[in-house]
């Protein structure tokens, strides 16, 4: 059985210009249209068990059966994005999970030597899990509650209804 467990349901970048990286999903990909939130700040937010500083912007749209999370960092401050791609240059980040028990698959993933190298609370509970010596990547797993499943939801239906050139990036 395969250690996942779980269905991905976001493919994650960290980039340099997130308004132009939105753009280039949408002409390229179809994604979208993408939710901006730009300068978001977690008042919980911790990089290897050390409050966390870093300023940041995240879109998201979805494209096909996952979603596309873009991530933008306006400051230099350590950070589990900056650990992987630096200032200035932009590549894939992280794929996100959503287990029906968030502590028992941080806890699962840990004993199989993969660390939470960054906590933070957004719509739920968040771990980032260091599956990079295995995938080249990180997990994200989410906590699993309504309001983040009816987000998800949402931003599929949007997806789905959009002409694919109208109001191709909106506020979150």
Request: include cysteine; proline fraction near 7%.
């Amino acid at each position: 059985m395969a250690f996942i467990r779980y269905p991905v349901l976001q493919y994650a970048y960290v980039v340099d210009d997130i308004e132009t990286a939105c753009r280039g999903w949408v002409d390229l990909v179809g994604a979208g249209p993408f939710f901006l939130s730009m300068h978001h700040r977690s008042p919980d937010y911790f990089y290897r068990g050390e409050p966390c500083e870093s300023h940041l912007s995240y879109a998201f749209g979805q494209a096909g059966p996952a979603h596309i999370q873009l991530i933008q960092q306006h400051n230099d401050v350590p950070s589990v994005y900056r650990e992987m791609v630096p200032a200035g240059a932009s590549g894939f980040h992280h794929f996100a999970i959503l287990p029906t028990d968030f502590e028992a698959e941080k806890a699962r993933f840990e004993a199989a030597g993969f660390p939470a190298v960054a906590t933070l609370t957004s719509a739920a509970r968040v771990a980032y899990m260091d599956a990079r010596p295995l995938l080249g990547c990180f997990v994200e797993v989410y906590e699993d509650n309504a309001p983040l499943r009816e987000t998800f939801a949402h931003w599929k239906a949007v997806h789905e209804a959009w002409d694919g050139v109208t109001d191709p990036i909106r506020s979150a």
